[in-house]
């Protein structure tokens, strides 16, 4: 991925004015690097910056584009296994979320009442999930094997939601790597789900609705219908990853543009005027941005409960 911190910094040092409204400057605040950003003061020379290690990473790219465009480099990156920030933030999530829950599982080991408000804030997110969205979607009798699949994916994808509303920070879930992830693991177990229950064949089967067809029709509609529920199953969880990650880097870069007025008019007497209102713009629109982190994870883990119950219950 293209180190934009990097370049910002070359063209301050070549006496070139970097303009906070400039698209590469602005999706640079929203995009994976092999730097943490972190405050001035809490940096070696007060750059900001800290390169991670890279003790996986070879020195040439397995993998790399076959284009010299570096707009298509930006987007179609090498596969260098280098560990990025958002790998590291979404390892946070996992040891946060193992602490969290790992500690309510103890606490409430033999049937005990969970202590303190956080616990019960947990327990009842966690009931919720169980009572009103994975029973309901899956259906009673074989929802509760896949609840704790449920809670995960919720929980995750809200862990890494939160971190984007830190700064200097950013949130995993603004990067079409981790949502095709998530999307793809809810996908192999769809799959999964309706073969364990249906059958390797019975899962094929249930693609096409029974019809009471002459055999003409049959031999061209059942083939037809095949592929377009087939590329239909495809197509969800595509959505799937693509409406979390629009969701997370527009407001993102909404709230990157917002701040920017600032920077774009420090040398201009407007910049009273501006600074005010682009600070009480983004504190309303971090407000909204805090909703939508928690309604995209109920989102997501609600969407693979419903694909989850259409597998297993496909009629």
Known sequence: MADHAEQSEHAAHAGHAVNPLDPDELFGHVRDSTELHLPRFMTPGGTGHVEIPQPFAPNEPIFKAETSSDTINRIIQPFDLKITKFMVLEFVAAILLCVFFIGLAKAIR????????????????????????????????????????????????????????????????????????????????????????????????????????????????????????????????????????????????????????????????????????????????????????FLQAYIFAFLAALFIGMAVHPH
């Open 110 to 293: 033999g049937g005990a009442v969970p202590r303190g408000r956080f616990r019960h804030i947990l327990e009842a997110m966690l009931l919720y999930f169980r009572d009103g969205v994975a029973r309901p979607c899956i259906g009673g009798h074989d929802a509760d094997r896949f609840v704790p699949f449920i809670w995960t994916i919720f929980f995750f994808v809200l862990a890494c939601n939160l971190f984007g509303m830190i700064p200097w920070m950013g949130s995993p879930t603004g990067s079409l790597a981790v949502t095709g992830a998530l999307a793809f693991a809810t996908f192999l177990v769809v799959i999964g789900a309706g073969m364990q229950k249906l059958g390797t064949l019975g899962m094929i089967k249930s693609l096409v609705p029974h019809m009471d067809l002459s055999p003409g029709l049959k031999i061209v509609l059942v083939p037809m219908i095949f592929a377009i529920e087939v590329f239909g199953l495809l197509i969800k969880h595509c959505v799937l990853a693509v409406r979390l990650l629009a969701n997370m880097m527009g407001g993102h870069v909404v709230l990157a543009v917002i701040v920017a007025f600032i920077a774009a008019s420090a040398e201009s007497l407007l910049w009273y005027v501006v600074t005010p209102t682009s600070v009480l713009g983004a504190t309303a629109l971090s407000m909204l941005e805090l909703f939508v982190a």
